[in-house]
C-alpha cells in the first residue's frame, strides 16, 4: 500500500519558487520511483517544522511515522522500500559508485556553483531567511557577498573547469547513470537546477556537452525539473 | 577456451618496475576476472612495438588477433568477452557511473598526483626514455621538472584536498564499488600505486581513510600490487 509522502521543499519568497539542490535530488528520485509527493514550502529559518527529524535541513522527507533527511539516505531509503520501482542504481556496485558522483557533487561541485550564484540567492529568498542566509553563508565563504559577487568571473571559468569530468563523461554516454537516468543523474543535476532557478547566468556554454544533458534532465520525468517556477520569473 | 592474454606495460629501468597508473588498472581488472596474463615490459621509446594497436601508449593488451589500448576500452572488453569471471560493474548502471569515477580518476586526480611525484620519476627511467619523458612532460606541464619540484609542497596539499570525495565516500563504504572492490576501485587506486613505486613520499596522512583503503587494495587480490617492485628500492 502507498502511504502518502510528504517532503519539506526549500522555497523563497514565493512558495512556489523551490531552488535547493538537495531537494531537487529528491524530487527526481521520487519521480523516477513513481512515488507521489507532497511537497511543503519551507523556509531556512523554519526549523521547528522539521524538528522531528532531529536536525535543521531540508530535504526531510515524512513516510508515516518516519522523517528521513540527507538526500542520500532518503535515495537509500527509497530504493529498499519501493522496489517496485524502477531501480536508482541498478544493483550494489551501482549505488556504491553512485554515492561518489553524489559526494563529488556535494564536496566539489556545489560549492564551485554556490560561488557563481551565492549573490543572487538573497533577491530570491523569504524576508525571514534574509538575515539567516548571509550570516551562515558568509561565515562558511569566509567573505562577503559584496566579496563573492565581485569574483563572479573568475568563479565562472572555474567552474567550468570542475565539470571536465562530467563533460568528458557525457561525450560518451547520454547520462551519467548510462543510457537512461538514475540517482547519479539526480546527485548531480540539482545543482544545476538550483542554479537555474536562481539565476539566467549560463553555467555552461551552449555548446558544452554538460548544456546538453541538462536540456534531457530537464525534459525527463515529464518534463518535471523543466515546469520549476523561477525566482527571477517570479 | 582461455587465450593467452598479453599486455604491454610500462616499465623503469628495471623491467620489473611497472610504474603506470593506467596499466595498474588493467593489471587489476585482469586480476579482478580471474584471467592471467603475460606482461610485456615496455619503455615510452618503444612505439614500434605497440603500433598494431594503432596508437602509442599503453597499456595495449593483445587478445589473439586484437589488439586493445585505453584501460577503459579495454575494461569493458574484459567485462563483455570474459562474463564468467567476477564483474567489473555490477550492472549497467554501475558500468556507466564507474565511468565517472574513471573519468575524474583521469581528468582530476592524475594531474594532482603528476605534480607531486614528476620529479621522482627521472630516476625511474630508463635511459632511452629520460629524454621523451622530459620533452612531453614539461611540454604538458608547461614548466621545467626543477619548477614542479619546487612547487611539491602546495601540491600535496592541493592533492589532499582533491580526494575530498574519495575520503567523504570512504567513510561510508570499505571500497568505491562498495563491499568489495571491482572497477570503479581499479580505476582509482591505479594512480595511488603509481605514486607508490615511484616515490616513498605519503600521499596522504596515516590517519586518512584514504590510506587504509590503499592498504585494502594492496591486499586485494592476493596481494598483487602490494608485490609489486618499487623504483626506490630497484
Same mark, same amino acid.
Given at each position: 500500500?502507498?502511504?502518502?509522502?510528504?517532503?519539506?521543499?526549500?522555497?523563497?519568497?514565493?512558495?512556489?519558487?523551490?531552488?535547493?539542490?538537495?531537494?531537487?535530488?529528491?524530487?527526481?528520485?521520487?519521480?523516477?520511483?513513481?512515488?507521489?509527493?507532497?511537497?511543503?514550502?519551507?523556509?531556512?529559518?523554519?526549523?521547528?517544522?522539521?524538528?522531528?527529524?532531529?536536525?535543521?535541513?531540508?530535504?526531510?522527507?515524512?513516510?508515516?511515522?518516519?522523517?528521513?533527511?540527507?538526500?542520500?539516505?532518503?535515495?537509500?531509503?527509497?530504493?529498499?522500500?519501493?522496489?517496485?520501482?524502477?531501480?536508482?542504481?541498478?544493483?550494489?556496485?551501482?549505488?556504491?559508485?553512485?554515492?561518489?558522483?553524489?559526494?563529488?557533487?556535494?564536496?566539489?561541485?556545489?560549492?564551485?556553483?554556490?560561488?557563481?550564484?551565492?549573490?543572487?540567492?538573497?533577491?530570491?529568498?523569504?524576508?525571514?531567511?534574509?538575515?539567516?542566509? $548571509?550570516?551562515? $553563508?558568509?561565515?562558511?565563504?569566509?567573505?562577503?557577498?559584496?566579496?563573492? =559577487?565581485?569574483?563572479?568571473?573568475?568563479?565562472?571559468?572555474?567552474?567550468?573547469?570542475?565539470?571536465?569530468?562530467?563533460?568528458?563523461?557525457?561525450?560518451?554516454?547520454?547520462?551519467?547513470?548510462?543510457? =537512461?537516468?538514475?540517482?547519479?543523474?539526480?546527485?548531480?543535476?540539482?545543482?544545476?537546477?538550483?542554479?537555474? *532557478? *536562481?539565476?539566467?547566468?549560463?553555467?555552461?556554454?551552449?555548446?558544452?556537452?554538460?548544456?546538453?544533458?541538462?536540456?534531457?534532465?530537464?525534459?525527463?520525468?515529464?518534463?518535471?525539473? $523543466?515546469?520549476?517556477?523561477? =525566482?527571477?520569473?517570479?
Amino acid at each position: 500500500m502507498k502511504q502518502t509522502l510528504r517532503m519539506f521543499d526549500l522555497a523563497g519568497a514565493h512558495e512556489d519558487v523551490r531552488f535547493s539542490p538537495n531537494c531537487w535530488r529528491t524530487r527526481l528520485a521520487l519521480a523516477h520511483k513513481g512515488l507521489p509527493v507532497q511537497t511543503v514550502a519551507w523556509r531556512f529559518t523554519e526549523k521547528d517544522a522539521i524538528a522531528r527529524s532531529g536536525q535543521g535541513k531540508v530535504p526531510v522527507l515524512v513516510a508515516g511515522e518516519q522523517w528521513l533527511h540527507e538526500s542520500w539516505d532518503i535515495a537509500e531509503y527509497l530504493e529498499d522500500h519501493h522496489p517496485e520501482g524502477p531501480s536508482l542504481f541498478g544493483c550494489a556496485n551501482g549505488r556504491a559508485t553512485a554515492r561518489f558522483v553524489n559526494q563529488w557533487a556535494s564536496d566539489v561541485l556545489h560549492p564551485a556553483i554556490a560561488r557563481v550564484v551565492v549573490p543572487d540567492i538573497p533577491a530570491a529568498l523569504h524576508a525571514k531567511d534574509q538575515e539567516y542566509f $548571509r550570516t551562515t $553563508r558568509e561565515a562558511a565563504f569566509g567573505r562577503s557577498f559584496e566579496t563573492i =559577487a565581485g569574483e563572479r568571473e573568475p568563479a565562472l571559468a572555474a567552474l567550468r573547469q570542475t565539470v571536465t569530468p562530467l563533460r568528458n563523461l557525457l561525450q560518451h554516454q547520454p547520462y551519467v547513470a548510462g543510457a =537512461a537516468p538514475a540517482y547519479a543523474d539526480h546527485a548531480v543535476f540539482g545543482a544545476f537546477q538550483w542554479a537555474r *532557478i *536562481i539565476t539566467p547566468l549560463a553555467l555552461v556554454a551552449p555548446d558544452d556537452p554538460v548544456a546538453a544533458w541538462v536540456d534531457r534532465m530537464l525534459d525527463a520525468y515529464g518534463g518535471l525539473a $523543466r515546469r520549476a517556477r523561477l =525566482a527571477y520569473a517570479a
